[in-house]
């Protein structure tokens, strides 16, 4: 706080903007800083699969079947080591991981972003314009929201069938409901508030209002909600892909390397599973740990 | 009271009618079943008596006319793949369903009442963190991650329990149940304590949370003060209080296990409802993934509805609020 300083009248009053602030808060816990770190190495990792993998996994000019199934560590005939094994068409594990968190975590973000934006927009109108609106809307993600996800998900992909795009719709139409509540419920609280009250006075437009005045008020909660329906997201991913249903074989995420690997399992080839689900893991543990942070920082209730 | 209950209930048809129209349509006009379950060799005189029997010459919007006649009936439809029933195929797969997601249940309550009432009343020992570490992991670990690793562990390298399949069934009152046998328990075990985990996490909080609140309660400060001992007043009075919220939210809760057992059944082969959904949609049997959806949808309105009016009976603001809103 920037008053804490006028014990000490000697030294200067520092200075801190919040956003300065903020990051010392973050920075308090360590657990969260090392998540924070992991996925950000997660992020370049998926970011940088091309540049990094020692192979492409989907050039079958750089794969060979005789290298398939070949255990952690393992050569192949050209003398190239599979740190982390192959698969059972012989690919490099570690380049296929690479790969897969690459779309895993487009899928993730793509329809999280999506969902944000409805969400928002549904969430914001229903509370500022109150009455019937927010009746209706709110009706809606009520009953959404008693179906579970994975229900919601089968049902569309059962319509709409696998791919990409397919997957990022079901996971957009699971998800946007939650950031509608959030929004509305933190909206309300909000439009109470003098400033709104100000700015309409002063004969501002509805857009104006919404968009430059209650949104930015209402941010916080949604970061939270964000990061964690992000993280669900994820994992919700690769329980379709997993079950076959989410994305196509062209386009493995690691749901799908997991569900391959899976088929290999029983005979002991534990490798084609285990360090995709390892991966998997890891994204989602960084992602939760850093929302619960984020959660403990941006509650006002828990300010110091 | 019953104004309240009609609109519950017409809100509820609303919702099965718009469902069945997605469903219906969805899955009728955006797969072509033509392709898959027609030999691709056969002769256009076979093809066009495959499409007629199965009425897929005919407008769409009369197939569902058909359909929702038919549904009043109790008939959705004849599985393309099996030739039988759709509804038949779901009824003979669901006791197996609903015996595995009421043992997880079973698990999720036994373990984790006193888990929790544990964490609650140490808080800040090296057991109550664990536990709610374990809580944490168990709400963050994709349950398909969690099946593969028990599959691993126990199966494969231990080599103790079966990895697949459902065991040795005995019938109980005309349904066959597998945990009278020990064959049947020992297929049951992985599967229940994978579908169980995420319910287990929850319950583990619930009754943390509620533990924690209830032990500073003026009751339990004066049952201490008149000399109960320590296990009687956790047994009797912190436990049975903390029973009703955990119950209460387990009961909601029971739709989402038998939703979530979609992905259990499919890794443990469990031959229940979740495995045939899952084979059906990879087989474009539309009957049966309309049946199953509508089923699902239908169980869930009716869970939905029935916790409806019973909070409305026991929280009067419920029901006035809705009238007027």
Redesign the interface.
């Known amino acids: 706080m920037t008053f804490a300083t006028d014990t000490a009248p000697a030294l200067p009053p520092k200075v801190e903007t919040p956003f300065q602030r903020f990051v010392a808060d973050f920075a308090e816990s360590p657990v969260a800083v090392a998540a924070l770190a992991t996925f950000a190495a997660v992020l370049f990792v998926a970011l940088a699969a091309p540049l990094i993998s020692p192979q492409n996994p989907y050039d079958l000019r750089q794969i060979d079947i005789m290298d398939s199934r070949l255990p952690p560590g393992g050569q192949s005939l050209a003398g190239m080591t599979f740190w982390l094994g192959t698969d059972g068409q012989g690919r490099d594990m570690l380049s296929a991981m690479f790969y897969g968190l690459r779309t895993s975590l487009f899928v993730g973000a793509m329809s999280g972003m999506f969902a944000l934006a409805i969400g928002m927009c549904v969430g914001l109108s229903a509370a500022y314009f109150g009455g019937r609106v927010d009746t209706i809307v709110m009706r809606i993600v009520d009953l959404q929201l008693s179906f579970p996800a994975i229900l919601v998900a089968l049902i569309l992909l059962a319509v709409l069938g696998k791919g990409v795009d397919k997957i990022i719709i079901a996971l957009i139409a699971v998800q946007w409901a939650y950031y509608a509540r959030t929004v509305r419920g933190s909206a309300l609280v909000e439009r109470r508030r003098e400033y709104i009250e100000a700015a309409t006075c002063l004969g501002l437009s509805h857009k104006r209002i919404v968009f430059r005045h209650l949104l930015p008020n209402v941010m916080p909660p949604l970061i939270v909600v964000g990061t964690v329906q992000i993280a669900h997201a994820i994992a919700l991913e690769a329980t379709l892909s997993f079950l076959g249903i989410g994305l196509p074989v062209t386009e493995p995420s690691l749901g799908l390397l997991i569900a391959n690997g899976f088929n290999y399992m029983l005979s002991g080839k534990y490798w084609i599973s285990i360090f995709p689900g390892i991966a998997l893991l890891i994204t989602i543990v960084s992602i939760n740990l850093v929302g619960d942070q984020l959660r403990d920082v941006l509650n006002p209730r828990l300010q110091k | 009271m019953t104004v309240f209950i009609t609109r519950r209930l017409l809100q509820s048809c609303l919702?099965i009618f718009v469902?069945s129209l997605?469903?219906f349509f969805?899955?009728n006009v955006?797969?072509n079943p033509i392709d898959i379950l027609i030999n691709p060799e056969a002769d256009q005189a076979e093809i066009e008596r495959a499409i007629k029997a199965l009425g897929l010459d005919r407008p769409i919007h009369e197939q569902y006319l058909v359909f929702i006649q038919r549904a009043f009936e109790g008939d959705l439809g004849r599985s393309f793949v099996f030739g039988e029933p759709a509804l038949k195929l779901i009824m003979q797969r669901m006791p197996a369903t609903l015996e595995l997601a009421l043992c997880a249940m079973l698990i999720s309550i036994v373990l984790g009442i006193p888990l929790g009432m544990w964490a609650g009343l140490k808080p800040e020992s090296a057991a109550g963190k664990s536990i709610m570490g374990f809580s944490?992991l168990g709400f963050?670990?994709?349950?398909?991650?969690v099946g593969?690793?028990l599959?691993?562990i126990f199966?494969?390298m231990l080599g103790v329990l079966p990895?697949t399949g459902r065991g040795q069934t005995v019938g109980l009152f005309g349904l066959q149940v597998s945990f009278l046998t020990w064959d049947g328990l020992a297929h049951l075990l992985l599967p229940a304590v994978n579908l169980a985990l995420f319910k287990l996490s929850l319950v583990i909080r619930l009754a943390r949370a509620g533990t924690r609140e209830v032990v500073l309660q003026d009751y339990v400060k004066f049952a201490r003060a008149k000399g109960l001992s320590p296990s009687r007043i956790v047994l009797v009075h912190v436990m049975k209080n903390i029973m009703i919220p955990v119950v209460t939210i387990l009961g909601l809760e029971l739709?989402?296990v038998i939703?979530?057992s979609?992905?259990t059944e499919?890794?443990f082969a469990w031959p229940g409802m979740g495995k045939l959904?899952?084979d059906s949609?990879?087989l474009l049997d539309r009957p049966v993934?309309v049946a199953y959806?509508l089923m699902?949808?239908f169980m869930?309105i009716t869970i939905?509805l029935v916790v409806d009016i019973l909070y409305s009976i026991l929280d009067p603001r419920v029901r006035l609020q809705d009238i007027k809103?």
């Open positions: 919702v469902m997605i469903v969805g899955v955006i797969g944490i963050s670990l994709p349950s398909f991650w593969i690793m599959i691993m199966a494969v990895s739709g989402s939703a979530f979609v992905v499919t890794i959904i899952i949609i990879n993934i959806l699902t949808v869930f939905n809103g």
